[in-house]
């Protein structure tokens, strides 16, 4: 799961046109983990969708999301903020 929040923000948050950037913490701090993962959110071009297609997103949030619910319920705090430039989130899991 956590490979999957660093993979989410190199996927979304590099730009060979724009700067970029992406900060990854990952430190053990009262018996638990913590990972935060803040980068960089570009305004992308809109690709049009092909008729009778629909667009898909978002599946790499709400998958770990299930997982978060399914191993560690109860045992983990996750935060996610976005604005126009900046993209964050924290995750924080009892260990």
């Known amino acids: 799961m956590l490979i999957i ?5 190199f996927k979304h948050g590099i730009s060979m046109r724009q700067d970029s950037f992406i900060h990854i913490d990952l430190y053990i701090q009262d018996a638990g983990l913590i990972l935060t993962v803040e980068n960089s959110i570009h305004a992308r071009q809109l690709e049009k969708v092909p008729a009778g297609m629909q ?3 978002g599946v790499g949030l709400a998958n770990t999301q299930q997982r978060l619910d399914l191993l560690y319920k ?10 126009t430039d900046r993209y964050f989130t924290q995750l924080s899991l009892e260990l």
């Open 74 to 83: 109860g045992k983990y705090e996750w935060q996610i903020q976005e604005d």
């Open 5 to 9: 929040l660093i993979e989410i923000a």
């Open 55 to 57: 667009e898909v997103g």
